[in-house]
């Protein structure tokens, strides 16, 4: 038997419900023709008129006579009702409604394909949010160390006082560095697009389990388990690459997976299985950098090494 989802008047979804519960809460007048209701197998969210014939709601049970209302629904059906009126500008309204209405981030689809973020795009993604936490976080930083420092030098003090402040400096820089990420990550996974700056240039991002759009609370949790992720030798990152769902170690930790853009939305074909172009830039950008940085280092190196032989 068919299990049922439902869309209430404050666009929250229900269910799974059986199709009785459905047709007692219609008779009950707790749904009308407007609500919008889904099952596995349908390829979008449909006003519960649509599904009338499906759903029996045709006949009316009334002190054991049955009242037919074929005729009403066939007037929804040819347009002379205004029920269906009412359900079109429902349709129109709704949160599930395609991605770009002003409710598009809000939706949650379930029963299309789901495409899994994978480890390149990861990458790429954390790429792009690296430089942007790490430019804002070096300016703040620079700032405080300044004000700070100059403080210092005015108090004056021996050798070891100054060395005190400046451990002191450098502990409060790096825990605003902390809170700054924390607070980028969270907000942002947290927002309405569900995804940090760089998350959106490769269009992917990040749900719980069900789809639905992660809390501050767990988005700083999530923070936090990334931490854990890249202590134990970057391996709860490299599980990314390898577990069925694509997800790190922070990511079953805090039960979030990082998806296409386009899942959990009645559009689920338009989501990317390849890298993509944004992608591929970004990750050919991060390994120029990263060549030139090692062949840097291996100059630096030989340099010291010929100096010193």
């Known amino acids: 038997m068919s299990q049922w ?3 209430d008047a404050r666009r929250e979804r229900h269910g799974p419900v059986e199709a009785d519960t459905l047709r007692d809460k219609f008779r009950r007048n707790e749904l009308d023709l407007s609500t919008l209701v889904w099952r596995e197998g349908m390829p979008q969210w449909q006003p519960l008129s649509a599904m009338a014939e499906e759903l029996q709601l045709l006949v009316q049970p009334d002190a054991g006579n049955g009242i037919d209302l ?13 029920a269906k009126a009412s359900a079109a500008a429902a349709v129109a309204e709704s949160p599930y409604a395609a991605p770009g209405s002003t409710m598009a981030g809000e939706a949650v689809i379930n029963g299309g394909e789901i495409v899994y973020a994978g480890f390149w795009k990861r990458v790429a993604a954390y790429f792009i949010d690296s430089l942007v936490v790490g430019m804002v976080g070096g300016v703040i930083a620079m700032v405080i160390g300044m004000v700070l420092g100059i403080g210092m030098a005015g108090l004056g003090g021996g050798s070891d006082a100054m060395g005190a402040g400046f451990v002191a400096i450098q502990l409060l820089t790096n825990l605003i560095s902390i809170g700054l990420s924390a607070a980028y990550y969270a907000g942002f996974h947290a927002s ?5 700056l760089g998350k959106m240039a490769v269009g992917i991002k990040v749900v719980r389990s069900n ?3 992660i809390s501050i609370a767990r988005g700083i949790g999530r923070y936090f388990a990334a931490m854990l992720s890249g202590l134990i030798l970057c391996i709860g990152y490299l599980m990314a690459a390898f577990t069925e769902r694509k997800q790190g170690l922070h990511d079953m930790i805090c039960d979030t997976l990082v998806v296409d853009k386009w899942a959990f939305t009645d559009h689920p074909e338009w989501q990317q299985r390849g890298l993509g172009t944004v992608t591929i830039v970004i990750l050919s950008l991060f390994g120029v950098l990263v060549l030139v940085g090692t062949v840097a ?13």
């Open 297 to 309: 280092l291996l100059a630096v190196i030989g340099i010291a090494a010929s100096r010193f032989s």
């Open 192 to 196: 309405s697009g569900k995804a940090t």
């Open 211 to 213: 789809g639905e759009r």
């Open 70 to 82: 074929r005729a009403d629904y066939q007037a929804i059906e040819d347009g002379t009702a205004v």
């Open 5 to 7: 989802y439902y869309a």
